[in-house]
């Protein structure tokens, strides 16, 4: 999409003007001349003003007016993605604006992913079946039954540390899920007295439905999804005590081209801080019975987590920074607001 800027470039190529008495579509170079010259097709030329374009936005175009030398104004109409498009991109800025340039977001929702299978305890992967992100957000909400769900890109699966955000995750969404458990189960209650009150009515079948209707809509539960850099082969006695014990097998991905973990701004941990906490952080895997492994795979590149909304849009990024325990209240936070918009 164009955008309007005081600042131009010397020359521009500007698209064709749909008006019969101006061809522009040349290049032009600004100048104070604004006098009027013939090219070589005998063909009128109008010179450009040294100001700067202005641009006007619609729904479906971007209407590029220009002013020639004696006051005529040109329209150039240049496309522009659809509605839809410029909804979402305008979504997308907004988390940009809040998380910075080094993450990019839609660039998140093509990363292709592989499942690995750790169900049978044997680190398995099909390289045939790869979907893009947005597609395994999507389908994890059809099987798990929910409205949300939360991305884990795990740096390590034998790392302490990313054992210990895995666990503060699960309790979460667990408690999450428990209490939207309880308050569905409440509705449900009242909802069938308020059937049997009406199931002597003509209209109980639509009231029936229209109840059905609001319980889904009321099912905010939160789906639980992890990514890792490292799937068979690199170290799959790790990955399965991280699948068993602390994952408590939610379903995982391999990102094998490290692509999630690119476009949250690929941060690295520095060597001083890994060698300045581990006094800290050994004290914390032994306070919380954790097994830190500390070679296998890659250790320095972070990760995250991700919250989506029923739409598969990105709504929430929480940056993994190594030290410090996942700020599961603000996380918590961010999917109850994502829960109350979508129970409007």
């Not at 032009?28 to 090219?39: A, K, W």
């Not at 080094?102 to 299978?117: N, S």
């Not at 391999?254 to 941060?267: P, Y």
């Amino acid at each position: 999409m164009l955008q309007a800027s005081s600042r131009q470039h010397s020359r521009r190529r500007y698209p064709k003007c749909d008006t019969a008495s101006c061809t522009i579509g040349h290049d032009v170079t600004e100048s104070s001349d604004h006098s009027s010259s013939i090219d070589s097709n005998g063909i009128q030329q109008h010179p450009i003003r040294k100001t700067a374009p202005t641009i006007a936005r619609s729904s479906g175009a971007a209407d590029h007016k220009q002013t020639t030398a004696d006051g005529t104004p040109h329209t150039l109409v240049v496309p522009v993605a659809n509605a839809k498009t410029a909804t979402v991109s305008a979504g997308q800025r907004k988390i940009v604006d809040k998380y910075g340039k080094r993450l990019q977001a839609e660039r998140l929702y093509e990363v292709p992913l592989t499942p690995v299978d750790c169900r049978f305890g044997v680190v398995r992967e099909d390289e045939g079946i790869q979907d893009s992100l947005r597609s395994v957000v999507k389908e994890e909400r059809k099987t798990q039954g929910s409205n949300v769900t939360v991305v884990f890109c795990v740096r390590r699966p034998g790392c302490g540390s990313c054992r210990d955000h895995a666990q503060q995750l699960v309790e979460m969404i667990e408690d999450v899920n428990k209490v939207e458990r309880d308050g569905l189960i409440a509705q449900g209650k009242q909802n069938g007295l308020g059937m049997l009150a009406s199931s002597s009515s003509s209209s109980s079948h639509s009231n029936r439905s229209e109840q059905r209707q609001t319980m889904s809509r009321q099912n905010q539960k939160v789906a639980l999804v992890g990514v890792t850099k490292h799937g068979e082969g690199v170290d799959d006695k790790a990955m399965l005590y991280f699948y068993q014990t602390y994952f408590q097998r939610y379903l995982i991905h391999r990102d094998g081209q490290w692509e999630t973990f690119q476009a949250l701004g690929g941060r690295k941990i520095s060597l001083y801080r890994l060698l300045r906490l581990v006094p800290r952080m050994e004290k914390r895997y032994k306070n919380n019975n954790i097994e830190n492994i500390k070679f296998g795979g890659d250790i320095w590149t972070q990760g995250g987590v991700l919250v989506f909304d029923r739409q598969g849009e990105l709504r929430h990024v929480h940056y993994e920074e190594y030290g410090n325990r996942l700020d599961t209240a603000s996380i918590r936070t961010a999917i109850q607001k994502v829960q109350k918009e979508q129970r409007r």
